[in-house]
C-alpha cells in the first residue's frame, strides 16, 4: 500500500513526538526508580545504625551489670575466705584433741556458707589428680585464662587467686538446699592458702576454696537479653513495612530472634558473610515474588544479624504508575499531533498537486514540434501560486523560472547540437583529407617494391603522426615517420605541410640530412605557434641494404633478423634535435646495412607510452620483447602483432596518443 506524502509526513511527526516522549518517559522512569531504591536504601540504612547502637547501647549495659555482680561476688567469696582462714588459725592456736579441732573446722566451715557461698578445705591428699576426681573435679579442666585447676593450685600465690570454671551444681550449692544435681554451671573460685605464719600446723599445705555459682548472673543476662528482644520487636511493630518485606533480628547462626513479616528466603543467599567482614551489606536476592532489596548489618557485641527487606517492585511501583500515567497522556498527545500534522500538510501541499500537474503537461509535450517553446513557458507559469512567500511560493517561482530557462537552454542546445554535426562534418572531411594525404598502408609494398607495412592510429579524429614512402625521381626509395607536438586540427595541418616540404627536398636531390635541415629551416622561420615535429628520415636501397638516415629526435628504430643471424639492434644515433625549433642547425646523415633477413621496425612514442589502468607504459623492453618473438613475421603480420598487444596491455583504458608504425623488410637475393 502506497502512502501519500501528507500522510508520510504527518506520521513522521507522530513518530518523532512518539520517539522524544518515549526516550523522556524512560529516562523519566529510570532515574525515577533509581532514586526511590537509592532513597530506600539509605532509609534501610538509618533504621539498621539506629538498631545497632541500641544494640551496643544494651551490650554495655549488661556488660557493666555483670562486671559489677562479678565484683561483688569476688569481695565476697574473698572476705569469706579469709574471716575462714582467721578462724581456722584460731582454733589450732589453742590447744584442742585432734577429733574435737575436727568437729569444730567442720562447723566453721558450714558457718561460713551463710552468704551462699561454699567453702572447701583440700588437703594436699585431695590435691592429687585422681584424689579430685573422685570429689567431682577435673583437674585438666581449664579455665578462661587456660590454666587446669590442678596448675592452679600448684603455683597458687600467697594472696591467693581468682578464677572460673565450670563445676558440678553439687558443688556450688550449699547442703542445706539439698541439691544434688550433676550438671556443671559456671563457677566463681577463691583459692587462698592455709599456712599460718610463724608456726607449724596441721594447716600447711591445705588451700581454703570458697565457691560461689554464677548462675544467677546467666539467668540475669538471660532475663535482659529476653527484655531487649521484646523491646526490638515493639520497635520493628513500629517501623512501616512493605506489604512484601520483612525484618528479622538473627542469631549467629542465622536463628531467627525477632521477626515482623514472612522471610522465606534461604539463609545462603542472605549477604551474612559479607556483614560479618565490612559490618553492613547490600543485595537484590531473587524470591517467589521477585527480586528483593536485603540490607543487612552485623552488632559484633552480641554476634547479631539485623535483616531489613522489600521487594523491589513494590519500591518502584509509584514511578511505575507515574510511567503509566505519562504513556496515555503521550498516547493521546501523539495522535492529536498526527491529526494536527496531517491537516496542516494537506493545506501546506496542495500547490504541489498543481505543480505536479504541471510536470505530467511537461512530460506530454513535443519538443520536436515547430511551436513547443511557444507553448512551453505559458504552459510553466500559469495557475502557480506566485504570490506566496513560504518555501511552496519559491518552488513556484522557481519552477516558472525553470519554463524560461529551459526554452532558452533547448534554444542553446539545438545550436550547439547544429554546429557539433557541423564541426564533426568538418573533422571527419579533415581526417580524410590527412590520410588521403598520407600513402594508403595497404599499397606499401606496391610503391616501395620490397615488403614494407605502415600502420597510423590517431587518438582523435585526426592526428600528428605521419609516415611516407615514395620513390623519387632519381629512383631512391625514401622512408619517412614523424610526430608532431600536439593533437587534433592544428597537428594534423603541421603534419601536411611537413610531409608536403618533405617530399619536394627529397625530390629535388637533397640526402635525408640535408632534407631535414631545409626543412627545419622553413618550418623554424614561420613558426608562431612554437610547434616542432620529430623526424626520422631515411634513403633505402633494397639490393645492398645500405640505409642512410637522419633522426631529428625521434624515436630510434629497432633491427631484428629473421633467422637470429644478429642480436637485435637500435639505431640510436641522433642527427641533432626536434624539427622546427632552432632555424640555423644542420642535421648529421648516418649510414647503416640492413643484412638479408633483417627486419627494420620505425614507431612513435605512442607505441612505448600506451598505457594500462594503473597508468603503467608499455615500454620499449616489452615492445623489444615482442619484436624477438615474431622476428620471422613479415612487416604486415608483425605490425599487427604488435598493435593487438598493445590493445590487450591497454584494456578498457583510452588510447592517449597516435600510434605509427612503420616496418620494412630486406629479402635474401635469389
Not at 511560493?393 to 519554463?403: E, K, S, V, Y
Not at 585526426?462 to 623519387?472: A, I, Q, S
Not at 615492445?623 to 615474431?630: I, N, T
Amino acid at each position: 500500500m502506497k502512502l501519500s506524502l501528507r500522510l508520510r509526513l504527518a506520521l513522521l511527526a507522530a513518530l518523532t513526538l512518539a520517539l522524544g516522549m518515549g526516550m523522556v518517559l524512560y529516562l523519566t522512569w529510570y532515574m525515577g526508580s533509581r532514586t526511590m531504591v537509592e532513597m530506600e536504601e539509605k532509609s534501610f540504612t538509618s533504621l539498621l545504625v539506629e538498631e545497632e547502637q541500641s544494640l551496643n547501647l544494651a551490650f554495655i549495659s549488661q556488660l557493666a551489670d555483670r562486671v559489677w555482680a562479678v565484683k561483688t561476688c569476688k569481695s565476697q567469696l574473698k572476705e569469706t575466705a579469709l574471716q575462714t582462714r582467721s578462724l581456722l588459725g584460731q582454733l589450732y592456736a589453742v590447744s584442742l584433741h585432734a577429733a574435737e579441732r575436727q568437729r569444730l573446722i567442720e562447723t566453721a566451715l558450714l558457718r561460713s556458707r551463710s552468704g551462699g557461698e561454699c567453702v572447701y578445705l583440700l588437703r594436699p591428699h585431695d590435691m592429687r589428680p585422681e584424689n579430685m576426681r573422685r570429689l567431682g573435679l577435673l583437674p585438666e579442666e581449664k579455665d578462661i585464662k587456660q590454666q587446669s585447676l590442678y596448675q592452679i593450685l600448684q603455683n597458687l600465690p600467697e594472696a591467693g587467686q581468682f578464677t572460673v570454671l565450670d563445676l558440678p551444681r553439687r558443688l556450688t550449692v550449699p547442703t542445706d538446699m539439698k541439691k544434688t544435681a550433676q550438671e556443671k554451671i559456671p563457677t566463681l573460685l577463691f583459692l587462698l592458702p592455709c599456712s599460718v605464719r610463724g608456726a607449724e600446723t596441721d594447716l600447711d599445705d591445705h588451700v581454703l576454696v570458697t565457691v560461689i555459682s554464677l548462675e544467677s548472673l546467666e539467668i540475669q543476662t538471660a532475663t535482659a537479653t529476653a527484655l531487649l528482644l521484646e523491646a526490638v520487636r515493639r520497635k520493628f511493630n513500629s517501623i512501616p513495612l512493605y506489604s512484601g518485606g520483612f525484618m528479622a533480628l538473627l542469631d549467629a547462626q542465622g536463628h531467627a530472634l525477632a521477626q515482623r513479616g514472612e522471610q522465606d528466603i534461604p539463609l545462603t543467599l542472605l549477604p551474612l558473610t559479607e556483614a560479618r567482614r565490612d559490618g553492613r551489606a547490600t543485595a537484590v536476592i531473587p524470591s517467589p515474588h521477585g527480586e528483593i532489596l536485603c540490607l543487612v548489618s552485623h552488632n559484633s557485641a552480641f554476634g547479631w544479624y539485623t535483616v531489613m527487606a522489600a521487594p523491589l517492585a513494590e519500591i518502584r511501583a509509584p514511578s511505575d504508575q507515574m510511567l503509566t500515567r505519562l504513556l496515555w497522556l503521550t498516547a493521546a498527545l501523539t495522535l492529536l499531533t498526527a491529526l494536527g500534522a496531517l491537516l496542516l500538510l494537506m493545506r501546506s501541499l496542495r500547490p504541489l498537486e498543481v505543480l505536479t500537474r504541471k510536470s505530467d503537461q511537461l512530460a506530454q509535450v513535443d519538443l520536436g514540434s515547430p511551436d513547443a517553446l511557444a507553448r512551453l513557458e505559458p504552459l510553466m507559469a500559469q495557475g502557480l501560486p506566485l504570490e506566496r512567500r513560504d518555501e511552496i511560493g519559491h518552488l513556484a517561482r522557481a519552477f516558472a523560472g525553470m519554463g524560461k530557462a529551459l526554452a532558452k537552454n533547448i534554444r542553446t542546445l539545438m545550436e550547439a547540437t547544429a554546429n557539433k554535426e557541423r564541426l564533426e562534418g568538418e573533422m571527419s572531411a579533415a581526417r580524410d583529407i590527412q590520410m588521403g594525404i598520407l600513402p594508403p598502408s595497404e599499397g606499401a609494398e606496391t610503391i616501395c617494391g620490397f615488403p614494407t607495412a605502415a600502420l597510423l592510429v590517431p587518438a582523435r579524429e585526426v592526428g600528428g603522426d605521419l609516415y611516407d614512402f615514395f620513390v623519387t625521381h632519381d629512383g631512391r626509395h625514401c622512408l619517412i615517420i614523424g610526430d608532431v607536438s600536439g593533437k587534433g586540427a592544428p597537428a594534423a595541418l603541421f603534419m601536411a605541410m611537413t610531409i608536403t616540404l618533405l617530399r619536394y627536398a627529397m625530390d629535388s636531390g637533397l640526402n635525408p640530412a640535408q632534407a631535414m635541415s631545409k626543412i627545419n629551416a622553413l618550418l623554424a622561420e614561420r613558426n608562431s605557434n612554437n610547434m616542432f615535429v620529430s623526424l626520422f628520415v631515411a634513403q633505402y636501397e633494397p639490393h645492398t641494404g645500405r640505409l642512410a638516415y637522419a633522426n631529428g629526435g625521434h624515436c630510434p628504430p629497432y633491427v631484428v633478423n629473421a633467422e637470429g643471424q644478429s642480436a637485435l639492434r637500435v639505431l640510436g644515433r641522433l642527427s641533432g634535435p626536434l624539427v622546427g625549433v632552432m632555424p640555423d642547425l644542420t642535421y648529421e646523415l648516418f649510414v647503416e646495412h640492413l643484412a638479408e633477413g633483417d627486419t627494420c621496425l620505425l614507431f612513435t612514442d605512442g607505441v612505448t607510452e600506451a598505457m594500462n589502468g594503473q597508468k603503467d607504459l608499455y615500454g620499449e623492453e616489452r615492445l623489444m620483447s615482442l619484436l624477438s618473438r615474431y622476428r620471422t613475421e613479415k612487416p604486415h603480420a608483425l605490425l599487427a602483432h604488435i598493435f593487438a598487444d598493445i590493445e590487450g596491455y591497454r584494456g578498457n583504458e583510452p588510447q592517449s596518443d597516435d600510434i605509427t608504425m612503420l616496418a620494412f623488410h630486406r629479402e635474401k637475393a635469389s
